[in-house]
């Protein structure tokens, strides 16, 4: 099956052109601009007159199908991949945390069941080890070998048992940084949060929040870890930094280290007044909305971001509104994003749209296919590169933003976007037609690591 896709704006690594795209069984097989592509006989052919053809988009941070605290969230493989294909996310990453009283590739043989012949679109798994005994380490070891790369770090969040040490990250950045560990680093420094007194705060106040876990926790723990990651010569990403200084601590460092960090849409385009509203605990996340934003939006649209991602992680109504109104600290924290990541993206540039088209190529496929690993078959359009393909229009009818399919609070209300998704291949087959699911019955994702029940561990 050969698919030519013409007239189009393509975005590459390093520039947007106009350019023809061929794909045959599901990899490109050439990029060219129409004179060079010369006559080609094709099977389908699709017009992307007016449009921008971009690589499929990845969204590098997201929460589906786990128990997060007492909650259960809201969005299964299912619909969580359905929002994300439906809005050109080809790859969905996502987490796999190791339970208590159970190793890792046991965790991951739940979450292979959850979402084999459920997800629209690819998944990958980023993996959170919580128990660190030598077979723990020994499992880590087979996995970073068979294509797990990406591990998940958490200076904070005790009480869950995901709380790592600064000298367990030191630990793991010796032992498993060699081995090509990916290491993602949640930071919120746990001993600046814990030096807060509650009692000095109104906790009947979601307003609270950016109190109980201020901007100094992030800054100190990214301080603290990058100095180890530069040390230790670890790959070290930053997930969802809130702060311009957290932000400006990776910039000035990047260059003795391998460092990248991610910032969330939220981040950039709500700030903690949203805290203020009566309804403002639908907007409680980790770290939390803050001022400043403006700071970080600009650091994004000069590109110092490698990666936007969402940290989706949506919650049942009912769960978020549990809260009797006295102690925010029991409001499960997070915001629904996936369906909204290309929107408020495309917002940092809108007034260029090539330059907004090359950041959305950039920052939600080129970077995260790089930090995950899979840089040879997604995050670009070039030969040999899976046919993930947006046919993006950027001039479509404006429509409210719609962060998840499934009932939560909308992080965005009164955010609207005129992008259209006029077709979404995934490995070459349209999936996507004017922003719906073609066959929403026949999910085609495929997970792309192995079971762990191929792999031998000692
Ligand atoms: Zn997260």
């Not at 997060?68 to 994300?84: H, K, N, P, Q």
């Not at 590739?105 to 979450?111: D, K, L, R, Y």
């Not at 109504?317 to 809260?323: F, G, Y």
């Not at 030969?383 to 046919?391: E, L, R, S, Y």
Request: aromatic share 6%; charged share 20%; net charge negative.
């Amino acid at each position: 099956m050969r698919t030519l896709i013409r007239n189009g704006r393509v975005t590459l690594p390093d520039r947007v052109q106009d350019a023809d795209v061929l794909v045959e069984n599901g990899r490109i097989v050439a990029v060219e601009g129409p004179a060079q592509m010369g006559p080609v006989t094709a099977d389908r052919s699709i017009d992307a007159a007016g449009c921008y053809v971009l690589p499929g988009f990845m969204d590098f941070h997201t929460h589906v199908d786990d128990q997060i605290g007492r909650f259960y969230l809201a969005d299964s493989y299912e619909s969580g991949t359905r929002v994300a294909l439906q809005n050109g996310i080809t790859t969905l990453c996502t987490f796999v945390t190791q339970g208590p009283e159970q190793s890792l590739v046991q965790a991951i043989a739940t979450a292979r069941a959850k979402a084999q012949g459920h997800s629209h679109c690819d998944v990958l798994w980023h993996l959170t080890p919580t128990s660190f005994e030598p077979a723990d380490l020994r499992a880590l070891e087979v996995l970073l070998a068979a294509g797990y790369r990406t591990l998940k770090l958490y200076t904070t969040y005790k009480a869950a048992g995901i709380f790592a040490s600064y000298g367990r990250i030191e630990d793991l950045f010796r032992r498993l940084g060699p081995l090509g560990a990916q290491f993602m680093v949640h930071c919120e420094d746990d001993a600046v949060i814990a030096a807060v007194d509650p009692r000095l705060l109104d906790l009947g106040q979601a307003h609270s929040h950016t109190r109980l876990r201020p901007a100094k926790a992030e800054t100190v723990a990214i301080q603290r870890v990058v100095d180890l990651a530069i040390t230790y010569r670890a790959a070290l990403h930053v997930v969802h930094v809130s702060t311009a200084e957290g932000a400006r601590i990776i910039v000035r460092n990047r260059a003795k280290g391998k460092l990248s960090f991610e910032t969330c849409p939220q981040y950039l385009v709500l700030d903690d007044s949203w805290l203020q509203r009566p309804d403002g605990h639908h907007w409680l996340c980790s770290p939390p909305l803050r001022t400043g934003r403006a700071e970080l939006l600009e650091l994004a649209r000069s590109g110092a971001a490698d990666v936007i991602a969402t940290d989706h992680c949506a919650f049942r109504p009912e769960d978020k509104d549990s809260w009797d109104g006295t102690d925010l600290r029991v409001v499960p924290n997070g915001l629904p994003g996936i369906g909204a990541l290309a929107h408020v993206t495309w917002k940092i540039w809108e007034d260029d749209p090539d330059r907004a088209a090359l950041g959305l190529s950039t920052h939600l496929a080129l970077n995260p296919a790089r930090r995950a690993g899979v840089q040879d078959r997604k995050g670009a359009l070039g030969p040999g590169q899976d046919a993930d393909i947006v046919v993006l229009d950027p001039a479509g009818p404006e429509q409210p933003l719609r962060s998840t399919l499934v009932p939560a609070f909308e992080a965005f209300p009164g955010f609207t976007s005129k992008l259209m998704f006029r077709h979404v291949l995934l490995r070459g087959d349209p999936r996507v037609e004017n922003g719906r699911l073609l066959d929403p019955d026949q999910p085609q994702g495929l997970l792309l690591q192995p079971s762990p029940a191929t792999l031998s561990f000692p």
